[in-house]
């Protein structure tokens, strides 16, 4: 049974820091590139990072470049998504995502994935 479990969600100020967490099981997780989404209420689901399961390449969406950092631990079979210098278009719900084995999109695209999170909230302090 696939299992995707996000945490680290939390109460940020602008400028703050936040580590994600998705621990996952039930699937060979070195066989998988990952990624990260996010997506506010009414918006569609957009990409945020991703990581091919090699570790030797990452990519980010431009809003969130030299900010995030994705990272993976294959002993522990988790994605982490490290978020630095956090802005208010930053809150919203963010989901770690498997990457299907045979790919026919960029690793970018959302319909690349086949596994999903729970999702973990990131709201604002206020």
């Known amino acids: 049974q696939v299992q995707m479990v996000e945490s680290g969600g939390g109460l940020v100020r602008p400028g703050d820091s936040l580590s994600l967490s998705c621990a996952t099981s039930?699937?060979?997780?070195?066989?998988?590139?990952m990624g990260w989404f996010r997506q506010t209420p009414g918006k569609a689901r957009e990409f945020v990072a991703a990581?091919?399961?090699?570790?030797?390449?990452?990519y980010y969406s431009d809003s969130v470049k030299g900010r995030f950092t994705i990272t993976i631990d294959n002993a522990k079979s988790t994605v982490y998504l490290q978020m630095n210098n956090l802005r208010p278009e930053d809150k919203t719900i963010y989901y770690c995502?498997?990457?299907?084995?045979?790919?026919?999109?960029?690793?970018?695209?959302?319909?690349?994935?086949?596994?999903w999170g729970q999702g973990t909230q990131v709201p604002d302090s206020s």
């Open positions: 990581i091919t399961k090699n570790e030797i390449y990452t």
């Open positions: 995502a498997r990457r299907q084995q045979y790919h026919s999109n960029p690793i970018t695209e959302i319909q690349e994935y086949d596994s």
């Open positions: 039930g699937w060979p997780f070195d066989r998988h590139d």
